[in-house]
């Protein structure tokens, strides 16, 4: 069965230092998110992407935070320089669906702890 | 702006007993609404979906869950609880358009006892 592929894992940084972390969504799914959840809330939409463009970048702290699909099929999110508050679990997900929200498939996450 | 409502933070339910959770939408259109389930450090997994049609879905693992347009409610149901559904369970809504995207509730944790 296809997933979404996220990595790494767990990441453990002190602040001030940068992260990356990696998405490769299923294979045809135009569409791409990085959702971020922190401990006990629900996940909050970073940024959308539809192929390679964003679409949706809303919500994005774009002072420290990028995020790229330069060919249009996996992602990176990076922050720079990292903070206490950005301790979470950061979801990829992806859709096959545009313009129409159907099923978004998540990956397992990655766990972000600042030190 | 869409936003969804589950009121209740925490819910512990005995192992065979009946189990709903209760989620408001806020939308201006007809609702796209999903649940979905969260297991401890792991990633959502779908559970089922509403979009049109018959207001009572049928999902996996044996939930259900019917819409109330006029109570703007998406309650999740299952009629026997077992001890593997302990988890975190998430309604959602989804708009439509150009920026398509999926907007969360806070969650509900459901603890079984056995």
């Known amino acids: 069965e296809a997933e979404v592929a996220q990595s790494p894992r767990y990441k453990i940084t002190e602040k001030s230092q940068a992260v990356a972390f990696w998405c490769d969504p299923i294979?045809?799914?135009?569409?791409l998110y990085w959702y971020r959840q922190i401990l006990g809330q629900g996940p909050e939409l970073l940024v959308q992407?539809?192929?390679?463009?964003?679409?949706?970048d809303s919500q994005l702290p774009k002072d420290r935070f990028s995020a790229e699909r330069l060919k249009g099929v996996d992602s990176t999110l990076k922050i720079q320089p990292a903070e206490l508050g950005d301790s979470a679990m950061y979801l990829c997900?992806?859709?096959?669906?545009?313009?129409?929200?159907?099923?978004?498939?998540f990956g397992e996450g990655s766990r972000l702890t600042v030190l | 702006a869409q936003s969804v409502t589950q009121p209740d933070i925490h819910i512990t339910v005995s192992e065979g007993a009946s189990l709903e959770l209760r989620c408001n939408y806020s939308?201006?259109?007809?609702?796209?609404l999903f649940w979905y389930v969260q297991s401890p450090g792991q990633g959502l997994q779908l559970l089922l979906k509403y979009f049109s049609g018959d207001t009572l879905v049928q999902g996996i693992k044996g939930f259900e869950a019917e819409f109330k347009r006029s109570q703007s409610s998406f309650n999740l149901r299952k009629p026997s609880v077992h001890w593997s559904d302990a988890a975190e369970y998430f309604c959602a809504v989804g708009n439509t358009g150009t920026a398509s995207k999926l907007t969360f509730g806070t969650g509900t944790r459901l603890q079984v006892t056995l």
């Open positions: 939308y201006g259109a007809t609702p796209y």
């Open positions: 997900a992806s859709s096959f669906s545009t313009g129409f929200v159907g099923e978004l498939f």
């Open positions: 294979s045809g799914h135009a569409t």
């Open positions: 992407f539809q192929d390679e463009s964003v679409v949706d």
